[in-house]
T-cell receptor, first 113, second 112 residues
Framework: QKEVEQNSGPLSVPEGAIASLNCTYS??????FFWYRQYSGKSPELIMS????GDKEDGRFTAQLNKASQYVSLLIRDSQPSDSATYLC?????????????FGKGTHLIIQP | GAGVSQTPSNKVTEKGKYVELRCDPI?????LYWYRQSLGQGPEFLIY????????DSGLPNDRFFAVRPEGSVSTLKIQRTERGDSAVYLC??????????FGPGTRLTVL
């Protein structure tokens, strides 16, 4: 049974600071890793994907992957009130991106103006 | 281009009734996925189609749930003899094989 663990929060961060969101996964064979943002009452929106160890940057977002520690993180620089949302970590299995995703429960992030 | 669309956006039904939920994927996406999400939880995988065939239906909770994709584009999720525990948001996603999945707006199903 694949599991993805996230701290549910809420995580409160002042505007302009760095928000750090963490995720661990149980299946060592997982190949692909994703971060989705979900506003209340809306569907998940893909914001980052990462497939190999290290960092991947896209604008204010940086995803970090450490397969040896089975750990994925998302950093949001210069946090804005509009970043307030639930952030979902998702992983695929050994088949890679063609698999269904296993999601964590999400971390509720609040950016304080 | 157009994203994933789902209809209806809301569906209220009575216990024991049959419902159909429709998903229209992004044009050109061969992979289509169904998930359901309960309040406070992440989406839960139900079934994955590659083209017309169900490549993985391991997430379907029981035989009351069935999905089809007869022409490799639009998919319908069918739920027979609905139960109150089936109430959730049903999400559809599509993607190119091996890559990211993009979600539709979802169908909120309420079983009274």
């Amino acid at each position: 049974q694949k599991e993805v663990e996230q701290n549910s929060g809420p995580l409160s961060v002042p505007e302009g600071a760095i928000a750090s969101l963490n995720c661990t996964y149980s299946d060592r064979g997982s190949q692909s890793f994703f971060w989705y943002r979900q506003y209340s009452g809306k569907s998940p929106e893909l914001i980052m994907s990462i497939y190999s160890n290290g960092d991947k940057e896209d604008g204010r977002f940086t995803a970090q992957l450490n397969k040896a520690s089975q750990y994925v993180s998302l950093l949001i620089r210069d946090s804005q009130p509009s970043d307030s949302a639930t952030y979902l970590c998702a992983v695929t299995g050994r088949g890679g991106g063609a698999d269904g995703l296993t999601f964590g429960k999400g971390t509720h992030l609040i950016i304080q103006p | 281009g157009a994203g994933v669309s789902q209809t209806p956006s809301n569906k209220v039904t009575e216990k024991g009734k049959y419902v159909e939920l429709r998903c229209d994927p992004i044009s050109g996406h061969t992979a289509l996925y169904w998930y359901r999400q309960s309040l406070g939880q992440g989406p839960e995988f139900l079934i994955y189609f590659q083209g017309t065939g169900a490549a993985d239906d391991s997430g379907l909770p029981n035989d009351r749930f069935f999905a089809v994709r007869p022409e490799g584009s639009v998919s319908t999720l069918k739920i027979q003899r609905t139960e109150r525990g089936d109430s959730a948001v049903y999400l559809c996603a599509s993607g190119r094989q091996g890559n990211e999945q993009f979600f539709g707006p979802g169908t909120r199903l309420t079983v009274l």
